[in-house]
């Protein structure tokens, strides 16, 4: 059985605030756990990316529900660097990933949830400059929760950008 995972940002989060912070985005998921089908969609989305020689990082955080000061419902990414193309997800204590979600509880900089999914991310259109960042794209990926149990996230469409 897999344990709770808490991720933070906090490790990278100067790099990529120096990026900027996109909160225009909309994300729909559909949470798919015993047979039955849930649906979230919110507009709270924060996209942070950052390209310095080398370097290259990225989060999307999307949250699901009001900004009450209350943990709720959330997805997160965190990426290496970005372009058009199809990304493997993958536990990032695994090995070498360029992607890795979570899908849980959170609030601000982080997220927990039971356990990094495995699927992919594909990303129709992105562009970068310093001055302004968009992306658009889908993702699926699944992991087991800690009660055993199957769950799928899934997202035909999602956007978010920063002027």
């Not at 933070?8 to 605030?17: K, L, P, V």
């Not at 209350?70 to 992607?99: N, S, W």
Request: hydrophobic share 35%; proline share 2%; with cysteine.
């Amino acid at each position: 059985m897999k344990h709770k995972v808490e991720f933070s940002t906090a490790d990278i989060a100067q790099e990529i605030n120096s990026g900027g912070v996109a909160r225009s985005g909309n994300v729909e998921l559909k949470i798919t756990r015993n047979g039955e089908v849930s649906e979230l969609k919110t507009d709270w989305v924060v996209f942070r990316y950052v390209e310095d020689g080398q370097f290259a990082a990225g989060v999307i955080h999307a949250f699901f529900g009001e900004d009450t000061g209350e943990e709720v419902p959330a997805v997160f990414f965190g990426t290496r660097r970005l372009g058009v193309g199809k990304y493997e997800i993958r536990d990032p204590f695994e090995g070498p990933h360029e992607v890795n979600a979570i899908y849980g509880l959170g609030r601000g900089e982080s997220i927990g949830g039971d356990a990094f999914g495995k699927g992919e991310l594909v990303v129709d259109e992105f562009s970068y400059s310093p001055s302004s960042t968009s992306i658009r794209g889908s993702f699926d990926f699944d992991y087991i929760d800690r009660y055993g149990v199957a769950v799928n996230v899934k997202c035909l469409d999602f956007w978010a950008s920063r002027h």
